[in-house]
T-cell receptor, first 113, second 114 residues
Framework: GESVGLHLPTLSVQEGDNSIINCAYS??????FIWYKQESGKGPQFIID?????DKRQGQRVTVLLNKTVKHLSLQIAATQPGDSAVYFC????????????FGTGTRLQVFP | DAGVTQSPTHLIKTRGQQVTLRCSPK?????VSWYQQALGQGPQFIFQ???????QRGNFPDRFSGHQFPNYSSELNVNALLLGDSALYLC?????????????FGDGTRLSIL
């Protein structure tokens, strides 16, 4: 398949380690945030979301942390697996608007054995 | 439960031509958004359709137009194609007025302009 991002920041981790992917968002009025995973040749796949009234939310093997003071979002993946290899995007939205999502640059996660 | 489906998967056009891309939203969704994703970048919002009307538009010229049908499916039309229009075009769907929820994406149409 085609590469989603040829010159994206890259995070390389060993299988079984934890991964942390960071994102700085742009609009202080944004109040809903989503992490998407995009594999080569595929569309973005929803991973986890968080509202601005929360600072942490956990899913299966994933945790999202939100720091509104510094407009920073992070995605933590526990026990990273080869299937986690992909490009990860954060997206922000002002809820009550029209669902327009503003995407970050993206980070490529490479998992090696 | 069918997710978001897009057609065609790949398309090759030449400069100046016109193209139509199609999208069927996830079952139960009534709102469709279109995004353009250039190689190496995040998706950029083009516009969103709800109740067959364009609700909001991103920073794209009026060569980009759309339509939504009564069954909630949607088309994206691009006229007078430029080399810079080469990109992955993504459709996302959601359900309006049901609270906070993520948009669900299709796998896109890869458009190449020669």
């Amino acid at each position: 398949g085609e590469s989603v991002g040829l010159h994206l920041p890259t995070l390389s981790v060993q299988e079984g380690d934890n991964s942390i992917i960071n994102c700085a968002y742009s609009n202080s009025a944004s109040d809903y945030f989503i992490w998407y995973k995009q594999e080569s040749g595929k569309g973005p796949q929803f991973i986890i979301d968080i509202r601005s009234n929360m600072d942490k939310r956990q899913g299966q093997r994933v945790t999202v942390l939100l720091n509104k003071t510094v407009k920073h979002l992070s995605l933590q993946i526990a026990a990273t697996q080869p299937g986690d290899s992909a490009v990860y995007f954060c997206a922000e939205n002002i809820w009550g608007g029209t669902d327009k999502l503003i995407f970050g640059t993206g980070t490529r996660l490479q998992v090696f054995p | 439960d069918a997710g978001v489906t897009q057609s065609p998967t790949h398309l090759i056009k030449t400069r100046g031509q016109q193209v139509t891309l199609r999208c069927s939203p996830k079952s139960g969704h009534d709102t469709v958004s279109w995004y353009q994703q250039a190689l190496g970048q995040g998706p950029q919002f083009i516009f969103q359709y709800y109740e067959e009307e364009e609700r909001q538009r991103g920073n794209f010229p009026d060569r980009f137009s759309g339509h939504q049908f009564p069954n909630y499916s949607s088309e994206l039309n691009v006229n007078a194609l430029l080399l810079g229009d080469s990109a992955l075009y993504l459709c996302a769907s959601s359900s309006y007025g049901t609270g906070v929820q993520p948009q669900h994406f299709g796998d896109g149409t890869r458009l190449s302009i020669l």
